[in-house]
Each structure stands twice: as C-alpha cells, then as structure tokens.
C-alpha cells in the first residue's frame, strides 16, 4: 500500500514539475490523495490543519475547472 501512495504522490510531483504531461492519470492521483487528506484532517487535533502546497491546490482548480469536450 505505502508503493501505491508514493506512486501517487510521484505522479502529481512530476505532473506539478513538468516531467510528466497533466493527463488523466495525474487528476485521478490528485483525486484519491485528496480523499487520503481529508481523511487525515477528519482525525482533528493537529492533522485538521494539514494541506496541499499552492502549486498542488492550483492544479486542484485546473481539475474542477475543466471542460469535457468530445
């Protein structure tokens, strides 16, 4: 499991420093990393203050913002 979530991690850190294309396996690692974080906030204390960086929020946006086109 800990291979699986550096995987993810390492998706979005090249994506985020132009070693890999932002495509669709990117906003699918983003994805379940941020289900991962919001898990760790709901425990409280000092994990309730825990987040992505700016660079990791912005592409954030970008997945929210984007428009199907087929």
Not at 52 to 69: C, D, E, H, I
Request: charged residues 20%.
């Amino acid at each position: 499991m800990i291979e699986m979530d550096a995987n993810h991690c390492q998706v979005v850190e090249q994506s985020l420093t132009g070693g890999r294309a932002l495509d669709e396996q990117t906003f699918a690692s983003l994805a379940i990393l941020s289900d991962r974080l919001e898990r760790v906030k709901s425990l409280g204390g000092s994990f309730a203050h825990v987040g992505f960086s700016p660079a990791a929020k912005g592409l954030l946006r970008t997945q929210r913002n984007a428009v199907a086109v087929g």
